[in-house]
């Protein structure tokens, strides 16, 4: 409704959450996406029992290090 478009519905998610108290009751939350067909894979290839579940790990550790390139929180 915003604009915001995909190329398709196959999407690697990653969710970053940062407690910004001591209490923990406050939170700064970043949801990264990335359109997994850049991969040329879907979600059912990575899943337990897909054509590429064993390359998943790698995948999310990847996934990891990009979302969080470059990223930097301060007060």
Known sequence: S???????D???MQ???????????DELLIIYLED???LNL????????GRAAE???QVSQ???ARATR????TR
């Open 62 to 64: 990847d996934l990891l």
């Open 15 to 25: 969710r970053l959450v940062h407690l910004v108290d001591d209490k923990k009751r």
């Open 42 to 49: 879907t979600a059912a290839d990575l899943a337990k029992g």
């Open 36 to 38: 997994l067909s850049l």
């Open 10 to 12: 196959e999407v690697l």
């Open 70 to 73: 470059g990223l930097k929180i």
């Open 2 to 8: 915003k604009g915001f478009r995909m190329a398709g």
């Open 55 to 57: 390359r998943w790990p």
